[in-house]
């Protein structure tokens, strides 16, 4: 009788370990594949936290240049006011001590022979 039950509990055994593998598989596989989803969904998002980074860099980049050549441009726009002012307007120099008039150079050597 005790061999009976030993026979029978072996047999027990056995259909339950094959049942395991039956059920364990399908689980064994579904496990790998959420393994799988979830490295997947991890490098997805690190691309498009990348890509991310890279827009904002370049965002931050065109932004610097936009910003550069306005401040040439307005630095532009001053000198340019500054060279349409009249000459006496700006500020005369110790040495010029002219009125502002220009005078053709053939005048002051014709001046100065005649003077002579």
Do not use: C, S
Request: aromatic content about 2%; cysteine-free.
């Amino acid at each position: 009788m005790e061999k009976k039950f030993q026979l029978a509990y072996k047999e027990m055994q056995l259909k339950l370990q094959k049942d395991r593998k039956v059920v364990d598989g399908p689980i064994q596989t579904e496990r790998v594949n959420m393994d799988a989803n979830v490295l997947q969904a991890r490098a997805n998002m690190d691309i498009r936290l990348q890509q991310e980074h890279k827009d904002m860099d370049h965002k931050a980049m065109v932004e610097q240049v936009m910003m550069e050549g306005k401040m040439v441009e307005d630095r532009g726009r001053k000198n340019h006011r500054i060279l349409e002012r009249p000459y006496g307007d700006q500020e005369e120099d110790e040495n010029d001590a002219d009125d502002g008039e220009l005078v053709p150079l053939a005048g002051l050597v014709g001046q100065k022979e005649e003077g002579g």
